[in-house]
């Protein structure tokens, strides 16, 4: 495969720009399983307040903030449940199983991502001895790069609400869906107990996650990121680029979403591709399985890297993706179909 030169992967292809690496280099750093580190602090501080919530915790990656929230809010033959092709129980290797003796419940989406308030209802489980326990409803906003309604998150709510469960909200890309809706991070998961955002997709930091959320669950991830080896020492250097990211990055991730609907009106020109309109940054394209092996090889050829299986593509918009890759990106698809 040729070097890749346009590079649509993914947003976590991102690479820390001269600023974010100067912000790490000059970091102030101390011991944090020790609660030393002032710039870790001050992040988790930082995300804590931006979300409205008591406290916050920095962790190596999405899947252990996630995983630490299940934790945190189910114990051994608890259940959680999730949506059919949610990360956190789809992508993350059953670690909800394999490390927390959690059981997951999935449900089926629905065409435009949400999963039935009726089959979330219909899946809650009381104390009868034959079921593991219900504890947890997670939600997951952006959901493949749509953007799920707020009246949607506030009715499943009201059912963790009436029914005593947790809620928790996998926001790896939450500030893309709030930079989509136009409202403030803070409003959108205000009925969350716990939220998980990533800091190294599309807000560009190397390496990163925070977990977000009421005091006694954060207090328990912190102990079990402990448990699973997470617990880092000078990670002040990655928490600068955290710092950074929510500085710098942020408010551009309106360019990604431009870009991606520049993509998605250029890739909707041609006939044997079918384009979902994209919400945030990522661009959904379905076609036939052997065109779709055809081009996604072209492009691979020509230096364009996309994610392409089984009849369809996924282009992500980023932080390191410019006006040019797009126009060389669609003047290739064009020269493959010409
Ligand atoms: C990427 C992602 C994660 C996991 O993040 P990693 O840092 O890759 O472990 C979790 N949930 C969603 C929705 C994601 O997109």
Redesign the pocket.
Known sequence: MNAIRHDFR?D?VTKPSAGMRAAMASAEVGDDVFGDDPTVNRLEQRMAGMLGKDAALLV???????LLALMSHCGRGDEFIAGQD???YK??AGGAAVLGSIQPQPIAHQADGTMALSDIEAAIKGGDVHFATTRLIAL?N???GRVLPVDYMMAVAGIAERHGLGLHL????AFNACMALGVDIGDFVASFDTV?I?L??GLGAPV??VLVGRQDLIDTARRHRKMLGGGLRQSGILAAAGLYALEHNVARLAEDHRRAKALAEGLARHEALRVTQPHTNIVWVDMDEAVEERLTSFLEQQGVGISGRYGKQRWVTHLDVTDGDVEQALGLVERFFA
Do not use: L
């Open positions: 993914s976590t190596p990656s999405g899947t252990m903030s996630n949610a990360h956190c992508y993350e997951e952006t959901f493949g996998d926001g790896a890309r998980s990533c190294s997709k990163g996650s």
